[in-house]
Protein backbone atom coordinates (compact mmCIF):
# COMPACT_ATOMS: atom_id res chain seq x y z
CA UNK A 1 0.00 0.00 0.00
CA UNK A 2 1.55 3.34 -0.86
CA UNK A 3 1.90 5.50 2.05
CA UNK A 4 3.41 8.19 4.51
CA UNK A 5 4.10 6.84 7.86
CA UNK A 6 5.11 8.48 10.43
CA UNK A 7 6.94 7.65 14.09
CA UNK A 8 5.46 8.02 16.88
CA UNK A 9 1.99 9.26 16.33
CA UNK A 10 2.01 10.75 20.09
CA UNK A 11 4.74 11.90 22.21
CA UNK A 12 4.88 14.01 25.03
CA UNK A 13 8.30 14.74 25.92
CA UNK A 14 10.06 17.51 28.50
CA UNK A 15 11.99 20.35 27.30
CA UNK A 16 15.15 20.15 26.47
CA UNK A 17 14.85 16.43 25.83
CA UNK A 18 16.21 16.07 21.75
CA UNK A 19 13.83 14.50 20.09
CA UNK A 20 13.53 12.75 16.50
CA UNK A 21 9.87 12.01 14.64
CA UNK A 22 10.80 9.97 11.80
CA UNK A 23 8.89 10.04 8.20
CA UNK A 24 8.82 7.41 5.58
CA UNK A 25 7.60 6.65 2.03
CA UNK A 26 6.91 3.89 -0.19
CA UNK A 27 6.29 5.80 -3.46
CA UNK A 28 9.77 6.71 -4.51
CA UNK A 29 8.78 10.18 -4.41
CA UNK A 30 11.36 13.32 -5.16
CA UNK A 31 9.56 16.33 -2.68
CA UNK A 32 8.72 15.59 0.76
CA UNK A 33 7.70 18.44 3.81
CA UNK A 34 7.19 18.92 7.09
CA UNK A 35 3.84 21.30 8.69
CA UNK A 36 2.95 21.92 11.98
CA UNK A 37 -0.46 22.87 12.52
CA UNK A 38 -1.73 24.83 15.06
CA UNK A 39 -5.43 26.19 16.28
CA UNK A 40 -6.15 29.62 14.71
CA UNK A 41 -3.16 29.07 12.05
CA UNK A 42 -3.04 26.55 9.99
CA UNK A 43 -0.29 24.41 8.08
CA UNK A 44 2.45 25.91 8.31
CA UNK A 45 5.61 24.52 6.29
CA UNK A 46 8.92 23.76 8.33
CA UNK A 47 11.09 22.41 5.93
CA UNK A 48 11.05 20.63 3.03
CA UNK A 49 13.39 18.63 0.63
CA UNK A 50 13.42 18.56 -3.38
CA UNK A 51 15.35 15.42 -3.71
CA UNK A 52 18.33 13.34 -1.64
CA UNK A 53 20.63 15.98 0.01
CA UNK A 54 18.97 18.97 -0.87
CA UNK A 55 16.42 20.63 1.80
CA UNK A 56 15.23 24.23 2.61
CA UNK A 57 13.75 26.41 5.17
CA UNK A 58 10.16 26.69 5.07
CA UNK A 59 8.03 29.28 7.13
CA UNK A 60 8.83 28.15 10.60
CA UNK A 61 12.21 26.33 10.70
CA UNK A 62 13.61 28.10 14.46
CA UNK A 63 14.13 24.75 16.75
CA UNK A 64 14.08 22.46 14.13
CA UNK A 65 16.52 20.34 11.83
CA UNK A 66 16.36 17.73 8.64
CA UNK A 67 17.98 15.54 6.73
CA UNK A 68 17.80 13.47 3.47
CA UNK A 69 20.12 11.35 3.23
CA UNK A 70 17.65 8.40 1.69
CA UNK A 71 14.93 9.46 -1.03
CA UNK A 72 12.02 7.42 1.70
CA UNK A 73 13.06 8.86 4.69
CA UNK A 74 13.09 12.61 6.02
CA UNK A 75 13.38 12.69 10.03
CA UNK A 76 12.70 16.22 11.99
CA UNK A 77 14.98 16.81 14.64
CA UNK A 78 13.79 18.54 17.48
CA UNK A 79 17.38 19.34 19.51
CA UNK A 80 16.19 20.81 22.11
CA UNK A 81 12.19 20.83 21.90
CA UNK A 82 10.16 23.87 24.07
CA UNK A 83 6.62 24.21 25.29
CA UNK A 84 5.60 26.14 21.85
CA UNK A 85 6.86 23.06 19.75
CA UNK A 86 3.86 21.94 21.41
CA UNK A 87 1.91 21.08 17.59
CA UNK A 88 0.43 18.51 15.31
CA UNK A 89 3.01 17.61 12.78
CA UNK A 90 2.53 16.51 9.41
CA UNK A 91 5.19 14.72 7.02
CA UNK A 92 4.01 15.08 3.33
CA UNK A 93 5.15 13.88 -0.06
CA UNK A 94 5.03 14.57 -3.88
CA UNK A 95 6.31 12.76 -6.82
CA UNK A 96 8.60 15.16 -8.91
CA UNK A 97 11.27 16.94 -8.12
CA UNK A 98 11.24 20.83 -8.88
CA UNK A 99 7.61 21.10 -8.23
CA UNK A 100 4.81 20.62 -5.74
CA UNK A 101 2.48 18.77 -7.75
CA UNK A 102 -1.52 18.57 -7.11
CA UNK A 103 -0.97 15.03 -5.43
CA UNK A 104 0.82 15.79 -1.96
CA UNK A 105 0.16 12.99 0.32
CA UNK A 106 0.19 13.09 4.01
CA UNK A 107 0.92 10.86 6.59
CA UNK A 108 -0.81 10.32 10.00
CA UNK A 109 0.28 13.03 12.17
CA UNK A 110 2.63 13.31 14.93
CA UNK A 111 0.72 14.45 18.49
CA UNK A 112 3.76 16.11 20.21
CA UNK A 113 3.72 17.67 23.60
CA UNK A 114 6.47 19.87 25.03
CA UNK A 115 6.08 20.02 29.20
CA UNK B 1 -2.40 40.17 4.41
CA UNK B 2 -2.67 36.93 4.77
CA UNK B 3 -1.56 34.59 1.42
CA UNK B 4 -4.31 32.16 1.83
CA UNK B 5 -7.85 33.69 3.30
CA UNK B 6 -10.44 31.76 4.28
CA UNK B 7 -13.22 31.99 6.50
CA UNK B 8 -12.86 29.98 9.71
CA UNK B 9 -16.39 29.30 10.39
CA UNK B 10 -18.54 27.17 10.96
CA UNK B 11 -20.55 27.10 8.01
CA UNK B 12 -23.93 25.20 8.91
CA UNK B 13 -25.75 23.83 6.08
CA UNK B 14 -28.82 20.99 6.32
CA UNK B 15 -28.34 17.98 4.79
CA UNK B 16 -29.13 17.79 1.57
CA UNK B 17 -28.30 21.50 0.82
CA UNK B 18 -25.18 22.75 -1.17
CA UNK B 19 -22.01 24.21 0.82
CA UNK B 20 -20.35 26.95 -0.34
CA UNK B 21 -16.96 27.49 0.93
CA UNK B 22 -14.84 30.80 -0.40
CA UNK B 23 -10.99 31.34 -0.56
CA UNK B 24 -8.90 34.72 -1.15
CA UNK B 25 -4.87 34.36 -1.99
CA UNK B 26 -2.69 37.20 -2.61
CA UNK B 27 -0.09 35.97 -5.30
CA UNK B 28 -1.21 36.83 -8.89
CA UNK B 29 1.22 34.62 -9.97
CA UNK B 30 -0.62 31.55 -8.61
CA UNK B 31 -1.44 28.39 -11.03
CA UNK B 32 -2.64 25.59 -9.07
CA UNK B 33 -5.06 25.20 -6.66
CA UNK B 34 -6.53 22.57 -4.31
CA UNK B 35 -9.10 22.19 -1.65
CA UNK B 36 -8.02 19.18 0.92
CA UNK B 37 -10.36 18.03 3.59
CA UNK B 38 -8.91 17.00 7.13
CA UNK B 39 -11.38 15.60 9.77
CA UNK B 40 -10.27 16.43 13.30
CA UNK B 41 -7.42 14.67 14.66
CA UNK B 42 -7.06 13.29 10.72
CA UNK B 43 -4.77 14.34 8.06
CA UNK B 44 -5.36 16.31 5.15
CA UNK B 45 -6.46 14.46 1.78
CA UNK B 46 -6.60 16.22 -1.78
CA UNK B 47 -10.14 16.49 -2.75
CA UNK B 48 -10.07 18.71 -5.53
CA UNK B 49 -7.33 20.47 -7.95
CA UNK B 50 -7.92 23.09 -10.23
CA UNK B 51 -5.55 25.34 -12.72
CA UNK B 52 -7.77 26.92 -15.22
CA UNK B 53 -10.60 29.91 -14.76
CA UNK B 54 -13.93 27.81 -14.62
CA UNK B 55 -15.35 25.32 -13.07
CA UNK B 56 -14.09 21.63 -12.52
CA UNK B 57 -16.81 18.92 -11.36
CA UNK B 58 -16.04 15.53 -9.66
CA UNK B 59 -19.13 14.07 -8.51
CA UNK B 60 -20.87 16.00 -5.95
CA UNK B 61 -17.98 18.43 -5.90
CA UNK B 62 -17.27 21.46 -7.70
CA UNK B 63 -14.46 23.72 -7.75
CA UNK B 64 -14.61 27.26 -9.37
CA UNK B 65 -11.48 29.41 -9.99
CA UNK B 66 -11.51 33.36 -10.89
CA UNK B 67 -7.99 34.36 -11.33
CA UNK B 68 -9.09 37.88 -11.92
CA UNK B 69 -10.56 38.03 -8.39
CA UNK B 70 -8.02 35.40 -7.05
CA UNK B 71 -11.06 33.52 -5.62
CA UNK B 72 -11.07 30.05 -5.17
CA UNK B 73 -14.75 28.50 -4.20
CA UNK B 74 -15.77 25.04 -3.44
CA UNK B 75 -19.18 23.83 -3.76
CA UNK B 76 -20.81 20.14 -2.15
CA UNK B 77 -23.71 19.33 -3.40
CA UNK B 78 -26.27 17.24 -1.46
CA UNK B 79 -24.24 17.93 1.66
CA UNK B 80 -23.98 14.29 3.97
CA UNK B 81 -23.36 14.85 7.82
CA UNK B 82 -20.36 12.78 6.50
CA UNK B 83 -18.91 16.36 4.79
CA UNK B 84 -18.68 17.29 8.14
CA UNK B 85 -14.57 18.44 8.73
CA UNK B 86 -12.57 21.05 7.75
CA UNK B 87 -12.12 22.26 4.45
CA UNK B 88 -8.72 23.69 3.43
CA UNK B 89 -7.98 25.42 0.28
CA UNK B 90 -4.14 25.60 -0.89
CA UNK B 91 -2.05 27.43 -3.39
CA UNK B 92 0.77 26.35 -5.08
CA UNK B 93 3.78 28.92 -4.38
CA UNK B 94 7.56 28.79 -4.88
CA UNK B 95 8.28 25.43 -4.54
CA UNK B 96 5.58 24.89 -1.43
CA UNK B 97 1.94 24.94 -1.21
CA UNK B 98 0.42 27.52 1.20
CA UNK B 99 -2.88 26.46 3.26
CA UNK B 100 -5.30 28.75 4.46
CA UNK B 101 -6.43 28.08 8.00
CA UNK B 102 -9.47 26.26 6.64
CA UNK B 103 -13.26 26.32 7.35
CA UNK B 104 -15.04 24.03 9.57
CA UNK B 105 -18.44 22.26 7.42
CA UNK B 106 -21.08 21.12 9.63
CA UNK B 107 -23.77 19.48 8.05
CA UNK B 108 -26.52 18.63 10.63
CA UNK B 109 -28.64 16.03 9.40
Known amino acids: EAQVTQNPRYLITVTGKKLTVTCSQN?????MSWYRQDPGLGLRQIYYSMNVEVTDKGDVPEGYKVSRKEKRNFPLILESPSPNQTSLYFC??????????????FGPGTRLTVL | QKEVEQNSGPLSVPEGAIASLNCTYSDRGSQSFFWYRQYSGKSPELIMSIYSNGDKEDGRFTAQLNKASQYVSLLIRDSQPSDSATYLC?????????FGTGTRLLVSP
Open chain 1, 92 to 105: ASSPQSGLVTDTQY
Open chain 2, 90 to 98: AVLGFQKLV
Open chain 1, 27 to 31: MNHEY
